[in-house]
């Protein structure tokens, strides 16, 4: 539902986190019935990450308080139209001792365009590991999106407008690498970035929850085409997600720098697979992410440019 493949339209961005928090917190028209506005995405579809993120609100309200979401599991099923308000409704599966279970459905016209199941859970002592936090440049050294994509601007202008235009500013994104150099030449499918909220925000944990998960459909399906840039940047591409599964881990502050580090293990017909792990400045793993996404050539033409 994140298209990438660029459409003319009018769009606005966000300016600030309250904004955002006014997006992801819905309307309650019962007690299992909600309704989202849209962000204006300048792709012209309802960005995924907001749909990932109100549908998690929307679960949140049908659970006791002493529960948090340790994972979700969604399928984007239609490209939303940023024009029509996205009702969402909950069925309550399942209220346990220890894990309740909702699936929520996301409507427009009636017709379903996105499902996701979420599995909450009481805090509970037990064991405890985790893999390790790659070893790289830590934030304070390295520049943001925002200075890099200027180095796009007379080597790649078509990219170097849609970065321009779709970056969001509520959240700064810092990658560890050269973005130009993996967005023009051919690399492994391996990215690592840093990235918060540019403002700070409450210790709510399902607020947190909600603005991890509309920040994690950015950037996560961007290695699966590094080993085919030289080849997709000559062609026509359309980009989007298919779905999209996040375990929480632990508690985390997202105004303060977490790693997004993100492998692609395959693609293959005409879809590429992703997975993230989400670590604080402290190495903890916070949360961990899969997403598989469509990249369907459009033409067989030769492109200017990059998508």
């Not at 893999?131 to 790649?156: C, G, T, W």
């Not at 920040?215 to 699966?224: F, G, M, T, V």
Request: proline content about 5%; some cysteine; glycine content about 4%.
């Amino acid at each position: 539902m994140s298209a990438i493949h660029y459409f003319c339209h009018k769009y606005q961005h966000m300016q600030s986190l309250s904004e955002l928090i006014e997006l992801v917190t819905l309307d309650k028209i019962n007690d299992h019935t909600f309704l989202g506005k849209n962000y204006k995405a300048p792709w012209g579809r309802v960005f995924g990450g907001q749909v990932l993120a109100q549908s998690l609100h929307a679960a949140y309200q049908t659970v006791s308080d002493d529960r948090y979401a340790h994972s979700m599991h969604a399928y984007f099923i239609l490209g939303g139209n940023i024009d029509i308000p996205i009702k969402y409704e909950v069925d309550v599966i399942r209220d346990g001792g220890s894990f309740t279970t909702r699936r929520v459905v996301a409507f427009q016209n009636e017709k379903p365009i996105f499902n996701m199941s979420a599995s909450f859970q009481r805090k509970q002592e037990g064991v405890d590991h985790q893999i390790s936090m790659p070893n790289v440049f830590p934030p304070e050294e390295l520049m943001s999106s925002h200075a890099q994509i200027e180095q796009f601007k007379d080597v790649i202008p078509d990219t170097y407008k849609r970065y321009k235009s779709f970056l969001p500013k509520i959240f700064e994104f810092k990658p560890v690498d050269n973005m130009l150099t993996k967005l023009v030449k051919n690399s492994p499918p391996f990215d690592n970035i840093w990235f918060k909220t540019c403002e700070k925000v409450a210790q709510s944990i399902p607020l947190q929850h909600q603005l991890l998960a509309y920040a994690s459909d950015y950037n996560i399906l961007r290695p699966a085409s590094m080993p085919h840039r030289e080849f997709l940047n000559s062609k026509e591409v359309f980009y989007t997600s298919l779905d999209h599964a996040i375990w929480f881990h632990r508690d985390f502050d997202i105004s303060e720098w977490l790693l997004y580090a993100i492998d692609s293990p395959s693609a293959s017909n005409s879809r590429g697979f992703s997975r993230g792990s989400v670590f604080d400045s402290k190495g903890n793993l916070i949360a961990s992410v899969a997403q598989e996404g469509l990249m369907r050539i459009l033409n067989q033409g030769s492109k200017k440019g990059t998508i």
